[in-house]
Nanobody, 128 residues
Framework: VQLQASGGGSVQAGGSLRLSCAASGRTFNSYVMGWFRQSPGKERQYVAIIMSSGAGTYYADSVWGRFTISRDNAKNTVYLQMNSLKPEDTTVYYC??????????????????????WGQGTLVTVSS
């Protein structure tokens, strides 16, 4: 599967952005989808995970209550709605796809090594 992320940009603190990740292929609805972010010199970290059916989600503590992950399997697209953005959210965001090898345990998908497919990054800049 090929992934194409979009929606990044510049916003002031407290503002909102919505990232999108469009997937090619006919098996999108069989993949767990994740959003990760990586700052220079740091490891890539998960932000949010959504199960293949969309029924289960999992968030990093740093974005809990501010970000919402969702997916539209009919459109082969996963979204990340980001509200109440903070300057520390500034970084490059990546979407990724993984086979649902761990069943419905969303917390098992926080490791980037689980994901076999990655989109290109999209830059989010939040100014104070």
């Amino acid at each position: 599967v090929q992934l194409q992320a979009s929606g990044g940009g510049s916003v002031q603190a407290g503002g909102s952005l919505r990232l999108s990740c469009a997937a090619s292929g006919r098996t999108f609805n069989s993949y767990v989808m994740g959003w990760f972010r990586q700052s220079p010199g740091k490891e890539r970290q998960y932000v949010a995970i959504i199960m293949s059916s969309g029924a289960g989600t999992y968030y990093a503590d740093s974005v809990w209550g501010r970000f919402t992950i969702s997916r539209d399997n009919a459109k082969n697209t996963v979204y990340l709605q980001m509200n109440s953005l903070k300057p520390e959210d500034t970084t490059v965001y990546y979407c990724a796809a993984a086979g649902e090898v761990f069943g419905n345990f969303a917390y098992e998908y926080v490791r980037e090594s689980v994901y076999g497919y990655w989109g290109q990054g999209t830059l989010v800049t939040v100014s104070s």
